[in-house]
């Protein structure tokens, strides 16, 4: 009988949760949901000098934010708890004891000093730098001597010399390593804290994980993972390497390229459905030609076996247009209640508003609804609605302005608009048909004064509707002043 797949996120909370992580905790969230398994998390603490609380409840705060709810795991509990590395110090202390105990691990003493001149003499002969096994086989004697010298241990596990750590990798196929470049490495320190290598594999038997995706950068630490799985005699799990997110100079992602964390991208107005659907995408193709899917979708259609081992490219512009596709779909109730945090940050509005203030916002916002990317544009995309324009600075839109042509279609404009009553889309474009017809000036010619008098732009969207949004007396008061330029 096949074993229920268990994945687990396992962050380490030094810091705001990157793209790169979050992405990592998708794949193993999609294959849990696929396989109708469980998602784990748990936080890796054993950092004791970079770990903070505050990284741990953002991570946390940006997995739920993201919708990637975890079936077991910290604050959530389950039979395997605790969930925090340092809350299982005990646990690790058992079983290096037991090593111990079975000749598959020893103390070693050695300086740093004396570990770095092996370096030294090791590379300088050309060779890969691994423990040379000093303390190896130490008497007791000599363990008495170091112990005496005030050096503090710490402890190596036992690692073969001849033969090859190899896996079956669900990304990169089958992978091998020579256990001649491994040498024994450590798995406690001499402050009795455990390395990550070792913490991750024995919370990973406790907690009966089946498959690990993470990123390709943990590669290396594989063949020591294994080297741990055999020394306690039990079975590695499925590994899955997954590319690293490269910045659009195919470089690793960094603050350069922009925003990295989730945070970033939440503050700026990305919903979190669309980021879910464009992490996806980096790195796993899905069959056909379609790139917009609803979570349940993602959960269908997502296996191992589609995702690639070349470096995925993370394309903002990517992003922008796949977030529009989301902001497109929400109704005026949902378009508001996502917008209004942005609408009120950026100075627009303050809170509470009156329902008559409300309904005409969520004209505002439907009327720019189409040329949203994030949230945070409302404030470039609304200014038209809450800013006088300053003087006309654009020499050729002055020119425009100065044409017998433009104040002969202004000033009809002004005058139809003047005995409108009801002042709504159909009711003004009438008045500027009208205006057009009398004064013979159609197009361009008449299309461009207006707009340049009502925002200081030549293009945008419709003309009506952001006339009848603006009010009887603020456009009359910017088509006359139109008039004077």
């Given amino acids: 009988m096949q074993k229920k ?3 687990r996120f396992a962050p380490s909370p030094t810091g705001p949760f990157h793209i790169g992580g979050a992405r990592s905790a998708l794949f193993n969230w999609l294959l849990a949901k696929h396989m109708n398994g469980d998602f784990i998390v748990r936080i890796e603490d054993t950092d004791t000098v970079r770990s903070t609380k505050e990284s741990e409840e953002n991570i946390k705060e940006s997995l739920k934010w993201l919708g990637l709810n975890w079936d077991e795991g910290i604050d959530v509990g389950g039979p395997h708890a605790p969930y925090r590395q340092t809350e299982r110090l005990e646990k690790y ?6 090593l111990i105990k079975e000749d598959k691990a020893y103390y070693a003493y050695d300086t740093a000093e004396e570990l770095e001149a092996s370096r030294q003499a090791q590379l300088k002969e050309g060779k890969t730098p691994v423990y040379q096994g000093y303390c190896k086989n130490l008497t007791a004697e000599e363990q008495k001597k170091y112990k005496e010298e005030g050096r503090k241990p710490v402890v190596r596990l036992r690692v073969p010399t001849h033969g090859v750590f190899e896996f079956d990798d669900m990304v990169r196929c089958h992978v091998e390593f020579q256990a001649s470049g491994v040498g024994d490495f450590i798995i406690m320190k001499s402050d009795g804290i455990p390395v990550y290598n070792f913490a991750v594999v024995i919370d990973d038997i ?5 498959h690990v995706i993470r990123a390709e950068e943990h590669l290396s630490n594989t063949p020591r993972q294994i080297a741990i799985y055999q020394a306690l005699g039990h079975e590695a799990p499925v590994f899955g390497h997954i590319s690293l997110i490269l910045g659009s100079d195919h470089k690793k992602m960094s603050k350069r390229h922009g ?17 879910v659907n464009y992490l996806a995408l980096l790195g796993w193709a899905p069959e056909g030609e379609e790139e917009i899917f609803t979570r349940n979708e993602l959960i269908e259609k997502f296996t191992m076996n589609r ?3 070349n470096d995925a490219v993370f394309d903002i512009e990517k992003l922008n247009w796949i977030n529009s596709r989301y902001i497109k779909e929400l109704s005026p109730d949902q378009l508001l209640e996502f917008l209004m945090p942005f609408i009120v940050k950026v100075g627009y509005e303050t809170l509470p508003i009156s329902p008559e203030r409300k309904e005409w916002l969520k004209k505002v916002v439907c009327y720019v609804q189409e040329r949203l990317s994030y949230g945070m544009q409302v404030e470039e995309e609304l200014k038209i609605f809450y800013r006088t324009i300053g003087e006309i600075k654009n020499e050729e839109y002055k020119e425009i302005m100065k ?6 279609i202004l000033q009809a404009f002004i005058e139809n608009l003047e005995k409108l009553d009801l002042f709504e889309d ?11 017809k009398t004064t013979n000036i159609k197009g361009k010619l008449a299309f461009e004064p207006v707009r340049i008098a009502l925002t200081g732009k030549t293009k945008g969207p419709g003309i009506y509707t952001m006339i009848s949004l603006f ?15």
């Fill in 307 to 309: 995702v690639s081992s």
């Fill in 471 to 485: 009010g009887k007396d603020k456009t009359l008061n910017l088509l006359k002043k139109g008039l004077t330029i």
């Fill in 5 to 7: 797949i268990r994945v």
């Fill in 206 to 210: 406790d907690m009966e994980i089946t």
């Fill in 93 to 98: 202390k058992k079983i290096v004891e037991q």
């Fill in 403 to 408: 044409s017998e042509s433009s104040k002969k």
């Fill in 259 to 275: 925003a990295t964390s989730i945070t970033s991208y939440k503050d700026m107005g990305y919903l979190p459905d669309a980021i």
């Fill in 426 to 436: 159909d009711f003004i474009k009438k008045c500027f048909t009208n205006a057009m």
